[in-house]
């Protein structure tokens, strides 16, 4: 391996998770050459093959892992518990800046690539042109633009509304043109004033108009499925990944369909559960904590037990979705920035998974392998492999074995540079 050069750095770990799934593997080292993983092997053995003028990084007992995955987030918002009229009343300008914090935040997390799920104007696009040029850090990006949604719709604050088919397949073209990488479109209502979150809001033909138009552009699509009604169609409109699945009814109750359910998993739909969302999982997190230090009041407790008792509701219908064999289709999306929904905790949704009945590797290759292929980029991101980016991440302990250790990020590595 004479023919390396000073872009190579050799990393050595106590252990080494690939995300292709199984066990970790012990004593492991990773050479890196030019932004891309060279060779994977046992930690003596590729020390014997560097030369010896290429740079070591030794993690000690850390377990490397391939960069995390978040297929949902939107950037552009604080996640500070304000309503979206109080964050919508920002400039565009103050939302670059908010994305460009929030970049940060997720990447120090070990989210070295994520999905933009909508952005007003074009915020979306101004943050992945920042990360591109280098101005700001940040993971990989792909961006959807404005997501597209019906007059009066969720997030119609975006500024891309489309009535109808012909409107549709307009605002796939417009998008396209300025740059998005995929297409977002909103089938159902959501937290936006106004929308009821378990009514549709397109039919079967006008989802069906937003596939056809992004095939042609050789785009995958991503559809905002919280009504039991509006998953129906988007399997019947042949949407590549649904967000929320929640099966909402408009009395606002979750009801689960396994006629829904058989129906996504003969189709091979991508599922993005989004868990933290809908059980708050923040404020749980929080409340434990306090429960923890002897320090919750009455109140507190009583808020606690209700927030368990509504995750266990939402949770149990994940249950019933794997008992449909959709388990290596689901991939995590924490839906940061919305609610109180802060940057820099994927590791939330993966305890989520693991409650709901994963493993922590199927969580771990949940976030990795599986979160790449569903958003096309598994030809370059999303295991420990000769050939790949070498976007990596070191927890402290082995995340196949402990979902805890998502929450102990030790180490960053972007195209090969560690930044953190």
């Known amino acids: 391996m004479s023919s390396q050069t000073s872009t190579s750095v050799l990393i050595l770990a106590g252990r080494l998770a690939d995300g292709l799934g199984g066990a970790s593997r012990a ?7 030019a932004g891309r993983i060279r060779a994977v092997g046992s930690r003596e053995a590729m020390r ?3 030369a010896p003028e290429v740079e070591v990084v030794d993690l000690g007992a850390a377990c490397l892992a391939p960069g995390l995955i978040d297929s949902h987030t939107h950037l552009s918002l604080a996640g500070d518990g304000r309503p979206y009229t109080e964050m919508f009343a920002e400039t565009d300008e103050m939302m670059v800046l908010t994305g460009a914090l929030n970049l940060r935040r997720h990447l120090a997390a070990g989210i070295t690539t994520i999905r933009e799920h909508g952005a007003r104007n074009r915020v979306g696009f101004t943050l992945k042109e920042g990360l591109a040029r ?5 993971p990989r990006m792909q961006v959807s633009g404005r997501p597209i949604t019906c007059t009066g719709g ?3 604050m975006c500024n891309e509304i489309a009535d109808g088919e012909e409107e549709i397949r307009r605002s796939v073209r417009r998008l396209v043109h300025e740059g ?3 297409i977002k479109i909103m089938a159902s209502g959501g937290g936006t004033a106004g929308t009821i979150p ?12 937003a596939v056809h138009e992004a095939r042609a552009f050789g785009r995958l699509t991503a559809a905002h499925c919280r009504a039991r009604e509006s998953m129906l169609r988007a399997v019947e409109a042949g949407i590549d990944l649904m967000e929320h699945a929640e099966f909402l009814d408009p009395d606002d109750q979750l009801r689960f369909d396994p006629k829904i359910a058989e129906m996504m998993a003969a189709s091979g739909i991508w599922i993005s559960p989004t868990l933290q969302a809908w059980t708050r999982y923040p404020r749980i997190v929080e409340l434990r904590t306090r429960r923890d230090a002897e320090i919750l009041s009455p109140d507190e407790s009583t808020e606690l037990e209700t927030l368990e008792a509504r995750a266990e509701l939402r949770l149990d219908v994940m249950r019933r979705m794997l008992d449909y064999g959709v388990r290596d289709r689901v991939v995590p999306g924490t839906d940061s920035g919305v609610a109180s929904l802060a940057f820099g905790h994927l590791d939330y949704d993966l305890q989520l998974l693991v409650r709901a009945g994963f493993t922590p590797g199927e969580a771990l290759v949940s976030a990795t392998r599986l979160s790449a292929e569903a958003i096309g980029m598994g030809s ?5 492999a000769p050939g790949k980016a070498a976007d990596l991440v070191a927890f402290d302990g ?12 030790v180490a960053v590595f972007q195209a090969g540079q560690r930044v953190r």
Not at 198 to 209: F, K, M, V, W
Not at 380 to 384: A, C, H, N, Q, R
């Open 198 to 209: 378990g009514r549709a809001s397109y039919e079967t033909a006008e989802l069906r108009a």
């Open 134 to 138: 280098g101005y700001i850090p940040g």
């Open 154 to 156: 969720h997030f119609h």
């Open 48 to 50: 014997r093959q560097v």
């Open 380 to 384: 370059e991101i999303g295991t420990v």
């Open 398 to 409: 082995d995340p196949t074995v402990d979902v805890g250790a998502f929450s102990r990020v």
């Open 180 to 182: 998005a990488d995929y």
């Open 27 to 33: 004593d492991q080292a990773v050479l890196v050459e």
